[in-house]
């Protein structure tokens, strides 16, 4: 018999907001255990939430950027149920009323894309932290009400693959956006999917909420594997329960947690303590024009400039390089040099010294001359590593760095000559194997005669002497 599996994704993204959703509490990771807490989180009675309208004002950007119907008035409710990390007993949340609702997503996918439908996007707060050591449960409140978005999606993925894709993408378009930081591995990106499995062409069969994931490679391995039990069981002539599992990777297997309660076992109501939030169109207008290109729209772009798929990736990864490399182009800078020398010199510099101070220090135009003089050969790669780096490090200007090592550059021809020959001689296998048509051996005599000028010699006079000394 053949079956049809359907996936649903619920995605809880930290929004980067300085406070908690309700309070004044500090919103930030890795603190030291039930310090970041007030009355307010911690449920005491009489207290009063407030909301955070810096954190809305996120939840509502990024509902904007999936393309959703956003709500003018949007009003909060009580989730009740009770776990050992939830002090209060009740979750505010959002039911009737969310931020956000349709909308859709689009991601790459093998080679093409796929649009998944989004059901809509709620703002609500999150429940703390429970640590088992041994037979010990310890409970860290830091986390509690802190603000969180929640995506839903319509049940229109097919396996773990397809999910594993779209979260690849969504994590970098709400890094874009800059309202989350996207490490799953702190819990600031979650998801939890729905997957029901049932005879093709039939619809949907029960829904199994799996739970526990905090990796793209947990997510994948856990709806494959719940897809295969599902499949096995229909096979079997079994019950598939609406419940929900926990996904155990040391055993590579999903595990019962609850049967499945429905939305009206959370006896959702009105929060009393908090008046509904009415979006004017001037809210509204300002949440559209803070807009920003998508990172798959900038990618098409690269792509259409001829830039490689994965070079493309590699700058749009971070919003900060892709608009860097935008301000090159901007500033006269040609395409494939600027992407060339962005994955490879650029990129190194990120991972050493972090994204912010890159782009805090290195500028568009500055970027364009390092590229522009690389490819009219008028510095070679140790002038442009050394200009990059008197900007990155020193926070110093590279067109004044280029403007003195312009001055310095060994261009007296008998000199030139002179560590051509030496290079040459160095070099005797590459440059004969240069003579024998090896076109790419040339680089290694260049790399060697730039490396005796400590990157001084005129890369263009230099070239022409070794050819001259190599009999070309």
């Known amino acids: 018999m053949k079956y049809q599996s359907f996936v649903g994704l619920e995605i809880h993204i930290h929004l980067r907001s300085r406070t908690k959703a309700f309070c004044s509490c500090p919103a930030h990771f890795g603190d030291e255990p039930n310090t970041n807490v007030c009355p307010v989180c911690m449920g005491y009675p009489g207290v009063l939430p407030a909301l955070n309208e810096e954190a809305l004002a996120m939840a509502y950007r990024t509902a904007h950027a999936l393309g959703c119907t956003l709500e003018r008035e949007s009003f909060f409710e009580r989730k009740s149920y009770f776990y050992p990390d939830m002090p209060k007993n009740y979750q505010i949340s959002q039911f009737a009323r969310p931020v956000g609702r349709g909308g859709a997503f689009e991601f790459e996918l093998g080679g093409g894309a796929k649009t998944l439908r989004l059901r809509e996007c709620h703002f609500e707060e999150d429940a703390g932290k429970m640590i088992h050591a041994g037979e010990k449960s310890l409970l860290d409140f830091n986390r509690a009400g802190c603000p969180l978005l929640e995506i839903v999606t319509e049940p229109e993925l097919s396996s773990g693959t397809e999910a594993e894709a779209m979260l690849r993408s969504l994590r970098r378009l709400v890094r874009h956006l800059g309202v989350c930081d996207g490490n799953m591995e702190e819990g600031s990106l979650r998801c939890d999917a729905n997957v029901s499995v049932n005879t093709e062409g039939a619809g949907l069969g029960t829904k199994v909420e799996v739970k526990n ?260």
Not at 247 to 256: L, Y
Not at 351 to 368: C, K, T, W
């Open 213 to 472: 994931m905090n990796s793209f490679r947990f997510v994948r391995e856990a709806i494959e594997f719940e897809i295969e039990r599902q499949t096995k069981a229909l096979d079997e002539g079994e019950r598939i329960w609406q419940e929900t599992r926990l996904w155990n990777e040391n055993h590579g297997a999903t595990a019962t947690m609850r049967r499945k309660e429905s939305s009206h076992d959370y006896r959702f109501f009105p929060e009393p303590d908090l008046p509904a939030f009415a979006a004017s169109d001037e809210y509204l207008a300002g949440i559209a024009s803070a807009a920003i290109a998508s990172p798959l729209a900038r990618k098409r772009a690269l792509l259409a400039l001829g830039i490689p798929n994965e070079r493309a990736d590699s700058i749009v990864e971070e919003r900060g390089l892709a608009e860097l490399f935008d301000a090159a182009l901007a500033a006269g800078a040609e395409a494939a040099a600027t992407a060339t020398f962005m994955e490879s010199d650029i990129r190194a510099r990120v991972n050493r010294f972090g994204l912010s101070q890159v782009i805090e220090r290195l500028d568009g135009p500055g970027l364009a001359a390092i590229v522009q003089g690389l490819a009219a050969g008028e510095i070679g790669a140790g002038v442009a590593r050394a200009a990059l780096d008197a900007a990155v490090v020193e926070g110093k200007d590279p067109r004044k760095h280029l403007e003195e090592a312009s001055r310095s550059r060994i261009a007296d021809y008998p000199a030139i000559e002179a560590i051509a020959r030496s290079a040459v001689a160095a070099e005797r296998d590459s440059a004969d194997a240069f003579l024998a048509g090896n076109a790419k051996a040339l680089s290694r005599v260049m790399g060697a005669a730039m490396r005796a000028s400590k990157g001084m010699a005129d890369p263009r006079a230099l070239e022409a002497a070794i050819r001259k000394e190599i009999g070309s």
